[in-house]
């Protein structure tokens, strides 16, 4: 007998309140469920709206993190680009390969010839010749003469025996004897060799171990790394005050440059600040890079005018007149410039661009004033009334807002007067100031090659006698003096040298 497809009628299912297949739920209120379900159009509308909303969410994420990589960069391109120099394209007819050699007008550099003759020794005519070797050559009775200087390595030490004469002191009841000239007491090594290693130390950039072996290999004069480094705590203590005058003319000076750079001290970081004028240099090692440390190299009340970069630890000092790099302004806005053609053909901003080159320009201008006044070209007084005219047209291009953030940031920087604003300009104001810190990061130069060979200082005494030994060596350089005698007259009298004597034009 088959089965009935369909209930009988006004049949009623005894589970209808309580199924056993639905765990107990009534299977009217689960059927009018299904149904409501399938009759639901929006049932997961709620859903929908959360998923568009969270895509959009993360469509925006995306697109912030890829205008911000493409950004990024462009700013790698632009850091490459300023620490390295480009590749030069291959020559074209339009562009043709610059000649070597000095340019076109350029006077010519000759040695110069010897003031005097310790010889002379004679050729006699040659037999055969030296090129195509012919032989049976006659002599024409002429003659070539040609000078020619060298050097005499002397491969071993000058030794100096020392004999003094006793005498009775009664006040210490002991013999005495007196110190002989170009003699170092109870020293074994003499001035001059001491002299040398700290010329070569600090002058030439060479690690203490290759000092060594110039003197073992070249002289004779064996010494452990040890001694080359006790030969610079010697020089360095013995110039210790005369350091001190040399800070004393910072804070006496007219016009000085300031700057400062990165250092190591004990594998730590550090700076080396820099103070000083085309007669003089001061050079002092410190972990701070603290207005503090400024203070104490130029005064608390600076009195004079200071040529430096935007660092605000400068501002401790209170210069009475204060120049801003005009040359960092430059960079910067080229730097700005360059990052913006880096972007995406959709993205360079023509208006900061323009707004960048036109800066360029203006500082450019600016310094080419500072040149002419230097030169006599223009007299002073036309240099300085130029400064309203300066101040008119920075306001003429910084009128205004730039579209780009760091346009727009460098624009408000240039207008603001606790920046640069009111020290744009002083150099035309101030005769003999210069518009750009270039002598004091000229001066930096050296110092940090040496930082990169023997990678900063390994103890405060060490960072301190570095620090004496570069203002001594570097204002020797600035007077044009040999710093071998110095540093032998530092070693064999101390304190006692007048090194005043020796920096004439220090003052």
């Known amino acids: 007998m088959g089965r009935y497809k369909e209930a009988p009628f006004g049949y009623q299912c005894p589970y209808r309140q309580c199924c056993p297949h639905l765990d107990g739920i009534s299977a009217t209120w689960a059927h009018l469920l ?272 200071l040529v430096a970069d935007d660092y605000a630890g400068y501002n401790a000092i209170h210069p009475a007149h204060r120049q801003s790099c005009l040359a960092h302004l430059i960079r910067k806005a080229r730097d700005i410039a360059q990052l913006i053609t880096l972007l995406p053909a959709s993205k360079p901003n023509a208006v900061a661009i323009a707004f960048c080159n036109n800066l360029r320009s203006f500082f450019s201008q600016a310094c080419d004033l500072g040149r002419q006044r230097d030169t006599g070209e223009i007299s002073f007084r036309d240099a300085q009334a130029h400064i309203p005219k300066l101040y008119n047209q920075l306001h003429a291009l910084c009128a205004n807002p730039i579209p780009h953030p760091d346009a727009e940031s460098f624009r408000l920087r240039l207008l603001d007067p606790k920046r640069d604003y009111q020290r744009l300009f002083t150099f035309l104001d101030i005769n003999r100031m210069p518009p750009t810190n270039n002598h004091a990061e000229q001066t930096l130069r050296q110092p940090v090659i040496f930082r990169k060979i023997i990678f900063g200082s390994r103890s405060t005494q060490g960072a301190h006698s570095l620090s004496v030994n570069l203002s001594i060596l570097h204002t020797a350089r600035c007077q044009h003096l040999d710093p071998i005698p110095i540093l032998q007259s530092l070693i064999l009298n101390g304190h006692q040298h007048p090194l005043s004597q020796i920096f004439t034009n220090t003052s």
Not at 249 to 261: L, Q, R
């Open 34 to 305: 299904i149904r409501d379900a399938n009759d639901d159009s929006f049932r997961n509308g709620h859903l929908a709206r959360n998923a568009e909303a969270e895509i959009a969410s993360l469509t925006a994420d995306l697109e912030r993190a890829e205008k911000e990589i493409v950004e990024l960069r462009a700013r790698l391109k632009a850091e490459h680009a300023s620490r390295f120099k480009p590749n030069r394209p291959p020559p074209t007819d339009e562009n043709p390969a610059r000649k070597r050699g000095a340019p076109k007008g350029h006077p010519p550099w000759s040695r110069r010839r010897p003031d005097h003759l310790d010889g002379t020794v004679h050729a006699p005519a040659p037999n055969v010749c030296p090129h195509c070797h012919t032989a049976g050559l006659t002599a024409t009775g002429q003659q070539h003469e040609q000078i020619q200087e060298d050097i005499v390595l002397q491969p071993r030490p000058r030794v100096i025996r020392y004999t003094h004469d006793l005498a009775y002191c009664p006040t210490c009841r002991r013999d005495v004897y007196q110190t002989a000239e170009g003699e170092l007491r109870n020293c074994q090594i003499g001035p001059t060799t001491k002299a040398a290693a700290v010329f070569l130390r600090h002058t030439l950039k060479i690690s203490l171990r290759d000092v060594r072996r110039i003197f073992s290999d070249l002289f004779a004069m064996p010494f452990v790394p040890a001694s080359a480094m006790a030969f610079t705590h010697t020089v360095a203590k013995a110039a210790e005050p005369h350091h001190e005058t040399l800070r004393n003319k910072v804070h006496s000076a007219d016009i000085v440059h300031g700057d400062e750079t990165g250092w190591r001290l004990d594998g730590k970081s550090a700076y080396l600040w820099y103070a000083g004028t085309p007669d003089f240099s001061f050079f002092h090692i410190d972990r701070s890079r603290s207005g503090e440390v400024a203070a104490s190299i130029f005064g608390s009340d600076f009195q004079g005018a």
